[in-house]
């Protein structure tokens, strides 16, 4: 069976333009105002299968800033680095009903702990357990990590971006985590690199091929080699899954039933594992800070191709397999 069908990018590039006819009234993200973008109206969609295929749908070229999808790639090489034990010492696994920013997160979480790495706070502590001996080390490891997995050497991050994520209520957070020891060191070695990893700019393209890493265990699609361990994998995938679309993570695993995790960019990056990577762009929000579009498209294509971890063909498939075996 193919990874993806022949036919997704016609499937997609309608979805995509059904979306635009829509034209939704929702919310964009303020840091948006200092990117460059050739259009803040970007509608896109791209898929990259497992085994290398890519399907693609509108603008799948242009760049945008990953924002809180970058949660999910710094969890993942806090990973590496320090294991999970030791993590997630630092920061709980649960998902809340908190805002993304929310220092109440913290406060009220499991043992005083940012409830966990897909809200800022969590995010934070992740980031500062990434190793380096100074802040800009850290990121340097990051950028390339985020490179490694996308297969593109040229991703970078946008400095004026930076400036404005720069924003007191992450310090705050930061000021507070670090008084109750969950992160040591200095803002500029500890904070900066989570300013800039939001800012790291990527394609819909870029950002498929690096969920196509993870529907493919960790392993890079060209060459077999392992990028991040399957542990990590499995660990980033359940967060994903419970935690990576804000205060609407439930209803997006009824309606869509995949690991995914949003930015307020519009930004979305879903994984399926053992098929593909997807991922959408859509600047206008919801009320939770997910893509409208963006939660549509991923609803439609993981409807028609069945893609949604508890989807029932899947499971009658899966039944049907082992009843034949035995």
């Known amino acids: 069976m193919q990874c993806i069908s022949e036919d997704m990018s016609a ?9 635009q006819q829509k034209k939704h009234k929702g919310d964009t993200a303020t840091t948006m105002d200092v990117v460059d973008l050739e259009d803040k109206e970007l509608f896109g969609i791209a898929a990259v299968g497992t085994d290398g295929r890519v399907e693609q749908g509108a603008e799948a070229g242009a760049k945008f800033p990953l924002e809180s999808v970058s949660k999910a790639l710094g969890l993942a ?19 809340r009903g908190d805002q993304f920013n929310s220092v109440a997160a913290i406060e009220q979480g499991e043992n005083g702990l940012p409830s966990n790495p897909m809200i800022n706070a969590g995010a ?27 297969d593109n050497q040229d991703i970078d991050y946008n400095k004026k971006m930076v400036e404005e994520e720069e924003k007191d209520v992450n310090r705050s957070i930061f000021y507070y985590l670090r008084g109750q020891g969950l992160v040591v060191g200095r803002e500029e070695d500890k904070l900066v690199p989570y300013f800039k990893q939001t800012s790291i700019e990527v394609t819909c393209l870029d950002l498929a091929r690096i969920a196509a890493v993870f529907a493919n265990a960790g392993r890079c699609l060209k060459t077999g080699k392992a990028l991040i361990s399957e542990e990590t994998v499995r660990i980033v995938l359940t967060l994903m ?12 695993a009824v309606d869509v039933g995949i690991p995914a995790k949003s930015g307020i960019s519009g930004a979305i990056m879903a994984v399926v594992p053992g098929r593909m990577g997807i991922s959408t762009i859509g600047p206008a929000l919801d009320e939770h800070g997910n893509s409208i579009a ?9 409807r028609r191709w069945h893609l949604g971890a508890f989807d029932m063909q899947n499971v009658i498939n899966t039944a049907n397999k082992y009843q034949h075996k035995n």
């Not at 997609?12 to 059904?18: D, L, P």
């Not at 990121?139 to 997995?149: P, T």
């Open 11 to 19: 499937f997609m590039a309608e979805v995509v333009k059904e979306e």
């Open 77 to 95: 090489l806090a990973l590496e680095d320090v294991g999970a034990d030791y993590l997630f010492r630092h920061v709980a696994c649960e998902p």
């Open 124 to 150: 934070i502590v992740c980031t500062a357990h990434i190793k380096g001996k100074n802040g800009d080390e850290r990121f340097a490891r990051l950028l390339q990590f985020v490179r490694d997995l996308a």
């Open 241 to 252: 899954f419970t935690t990576g679309m804000y205060e609407g993570s439930g209803r997006f």
């Open 294 to 302: 963006g939660v549509n498209m991923l609803k439609k294509v993981a």
